[in-house]
């Protein structure tokens, strides 16, 4: 990215949007009970903006869920051999996120 993006994932107790600067890192760990899901809300541009499943069972990604986010959208990183695979922003119909 060559521009800061804002995050906020569910898996904080207290949920804030955090601005990621260009190269930053972030990760956090998830308590598996029974089925944990992370959604995140991404907004990379005034235009482009939704939320991701952070982490689901379904990735088989174990303990290290891995994510790149670029200029036009986030991908999960494939544990196996790395590739990128896109992760659509779900939105709330009207442009509005809840």
Known sequence: ???AVDLMCN????????TLM???????????????????????????FGM???????????????WRIKEDGVYYVQSKDGALQYQWLYQIPGGGFV
């Open 1 to 3: 990215m060559q521009h």
């Open 11 to 18: 898996f904080e107790p207290e949920q804030r949007i955090t």
């Open 22 to 48: 260009p190269g930053e890192l972030v990760w956090w760990t998830v308590e598996d009970i029974l089925f944990p899901a992370v959604w995140c809300y991404l907004q990379v541009t005034d235009d482009f």
């Open 52 to 66: 991701f499943w952070g982490y689901l069972v379904t990735k088989n990604c174990g303990t290290l869920c891995r």
